[in-house]
T-cell receptor
Framework: DVKVTQSSRYLVKRTGEKVFLECVQD?????MFWYRQDPGLGLRLIYF???????EKGDIPEGYSVSREKKERFSLILESASTNQTSMYLC?????????????FGQGTRLTVV | AQKITQTQPGMFVQEKEAVTLDCTYD???????LFWYKQPSSGEMIFLIY??????QNATEGRYSLNFQKARKSANLVISASQLGDSAMYFC?????????????FGTGTRLTVIP
């Protein structure tokens, strides 16, 4: 059973804290993604990675950074958390080369910044 | 410009009836794929159905079918015989297959409520 696992379902952090969201996949996928989901806005891409140590900015990278030291793990970092980063964060992965392969998602992390 | 447009923020359907969720897309890439995902209140994203731009027939998966109209750039999801468990958010998404294009673009979603 394929799996994408996010380290936390719910997280509460204080403004200014450095926050780490971890995502691990066991499918040997090349591509990994971090999305942010807000009501009425759908899913917006923050960062993605198509290989170890490679990263690309998505549509809303400001205030975030990422790390991919191993193929199976993709971390999203909020350098200094702010209240406008309160949101649902979804990690996804999929393999390259198969056109009809769907993206697999983690269970999501609901982050609240107070 | 929005790559994926879902114009129905919310929809209601009677149990056992069919419902159509609208999705239009925008791309100049001749090769692309269209996906529908379901997100229950628990938050996980569940893949439902896929349609490739070169597929000759509309995709079907059980009670789900995709009404693909390429010239109109629409990819509507049809759910037949709705069940209470179908109540969820539904997202349409598109992936372009241009080399180097890796993003999966999502619409804003439609919240479906099935009424007993």
């Amino acid at each position: 059973d394929v799996k994408v696992t996010q380290s936390s379902r719910y997280l509460v952090k204080r403004t200014g804290e450095k926050v780490f969201l971890e995502c691990v996949q066991d499918m040997d996928h090349e591509n990994m993604f971090w999305y942010r989901q807000d009501p009425g806005l759908g899913l917006r891409l923050i960062y993605f990675s198509y290989d170890v140590k490679m990263k690309e900015k998505g549509d809303i990278p400001e205030g975030y950074s990422v790390s991919r030291e191993k193929k199976e793990r993709f971390s999203l970092i909020l350098e200094s958390a702010s209240t406008n980063q309160t949101s649902m964060y979804l990690c996804a992965s999929w393999t390259q080369g198969f056109r009809d392969t769907e993206a697999f998602f983690g269970q999501g992390t609901r982050l609240t910044v107070v | 410009a929005q790559k994926i447009t879902q114009t129905q923020p919310g929809m209601f359907v009677q149990e056992k009836e069919a419902v159509t969720l609208d999705c239009t897309y925008d791309t100049s890439d001749p090769s692309y794929g269209l996906f529908w995902y379901k997100q229950p209140s628990s938050g996980e994203m569940i893949f439902l159905i896929y349609q490739g731009s070169y597929d000759q027939q509309n995709a079907t998966e059980g009670r789900y079918s995709l009404n693909f109209q390429k010239a109109r750039k629409s990819a509507n999801l049809v759910i037949s015989a709705s069940q209470l468990g179908d109540s969820a958010m539904y997202f349409c998404a598109m992936r372009e297959f241009t080399p180097g294009a890796n993003n999966l673009f999502f619409g804003t979603g439609t919240r479906l409520t099935v009424i007993p």
